[in-house]
């Protein structure tokens, strides 16, 4: 009975868990190292104060996939002015272009530093490898494939058991937080949530579970409201896997990066690449390959969720089929949108764009995507024309608009910081 239990929990989990999993791609392993580095264990505290907003704010987004068949693009397009529409879809393949460039940048890196050659040819390499599997693989096969990926990302918990831990440090900057009133402060609390609560992740979700929907041949919630229980009790489930499980590995890479660079006066870290080299020295070649190795996993993980979040907003917006199941001729825009950003970002290099540049003006461009998207997703899931008499109830709209106004003032002492 236990193992049958087991085997349903593990059926149950997809959308909400492989979420959480590619919310820790390179870009965000890159912003985690530098905090660790630059505040040691003092900033740890923020993951379980974000814990609660991002969870609400997927659960929002797999509620509106869900319940109204349709993705956040397809409800914007049929229940707000196409002004917003265009912004926010446009706002989100730039954002995400540019963090597939700097994903697929520190995947090339990696693999540079582990067998050597050039970097731009692993970057394209990956890039490629990442479409072939996104367009021709089937739904089942492909998501069972992300799944897989996400054990990647124990090799930053093993990475602090392989390095000496101060364990009671640690733990205070994970329970008591630490404020200190500078811009530097500032400006790593404000990255800590625009790469948490990330833009792309709300598009992701909500076309996923429109493709289980597809999958399991399901009708929408709203259609067929005697499963809406069942299913919301999953979906809560699930997503508060996938965020326990990012926000769990994302303390771990602060940790790991405290208790090396940190603690050895190294503080300055400009991307996940750099994070793994300066391990090296400082903690032995055997921490520096387990963090090198999970560069790639995750980024095998998060880069095709960047594209597809990005076609399934384009998509949508035209009114065109969106989805991973689909053969390629006959979703052509959903694909040649996968297509052209997972290019379009592998190409950065060429141009010479610093990918860690680029980064952080995706980081900018997600902070001002973000608290408007998410204010836009809580009127749409609140919105009786949207979702019937399935909206979200008082307290989990109460906690939402809470993570609605931390990340507009996250995204107001982002831009003050830069002055």
Request: glycine letters at 10%; hydrophobic letters at 55%; aromatic letters at 10%.
């Amino acid at each position: 009975m236990a193992e049958q239990q087991r085997k349903s929990l593990l059926a149950r989990l997809g959308p909400g868990l492989i979420t959480g999993a590619a919310d820790d791609d390179p870009s965000g392993i890159g912003t985690y190292s530098q905090v660790g580095a630059e505040f040691g264990y003092g900033l740890a505290w923020t993951q379980l104060f974000t814990l609660p907003f991002m969870t609400i704010i997927q659960d929002v987004a797999a509620q509106i996939g869900s319940v109204t068949g349709r993705g956040i693009a397809a409800n914007l397009r049929r229940h707000y002015p196409r002004s917003v529409l265009w912004s926010a879809v446009t706002l989100l393949v730039v954002a995400n272009v540019i963090n597939l460039g700097a994903d697929l940048s520190a995947m090339g890196a990696a693999m540079q530093m582990l067998v050597g050659g050039r970097v731009f040819a692993f970057t394209l390499a990956f890039g490629v490898v990442s479409l072939l599997l996104e367009i021709f693989l089937d739904y089942r096969r492909y998501a069972n494939v992300l799944r897989f990926a996400t054990l990647s990302l124990f090799a930053y918990v093993a990475v602090v058991f392989a390095v000496h831990l101060p364990w009671g440090q640690a733990l205070r900057g994970l329970l008591i937080p630490h404020v200190e009133w500078t811009a530097a402060f500032a400006t790593g609390f404000v990255a800590l949530l625009g790469t948490t609560i990330s833009p792309y992740l709300f598009f992701w979700q909500a076309g996923q579970e429109i493709e289980e929907e597809r999958r399991n041949h399901s009708k929408p919630l709203y259609v067929a409201p005697a499963k809406a229980g069942a299913e919301m009790r999953r979906i809560r489930q699930d997503t508060l896997i996938g965020m326990c499980f990012s926000n769990v590995v994302s303390i771990f890479i602060i940790w790991a990066a405290a208790a090396t660079l940190h603690a050895h006066g190294i503080t300055t870290i400009e991307s996940a690449a750099q994070a793994a080299q300066a391990l090296q020295p400082v903690a032995g070649r055997f921490a520096f390959l387990l963090f090198a190795l999970g560069i790639i996993g995750t980024g095998l993980l998060a880069v095709p969720v960047l594209a597809g979040s990005a076609a399934y907003g384009v998509a949508e917006m035209f009114g065109r089929p969106a989805s991973l199941d689909s053969k390629p001729l006959n979703a052509r825009l959903f694909n040649a949108t996968i297509v052209v950003t997972t290019i379009a970002g592998a190409s950065m290099q060429i141009v010479g764009v610093n990918p860690v540049r680029a980064l952080y003006w995706s980081a900018v461009i997600n902070g001002v995507l973000a608290a408007p998207l998410m204010a836009l997703m809580m009127l749409i899931v609140t919105n009786h024309r949207a979702m019937g008499h399935l909206t979200l109830g008082r307290g989990g709209a109460i906690l939402g608009w809470a993570a609605t106004a931390v990340m507009t003032l996250a995204t107001v002492l982002f831009f003050v910081s830069l002055f």
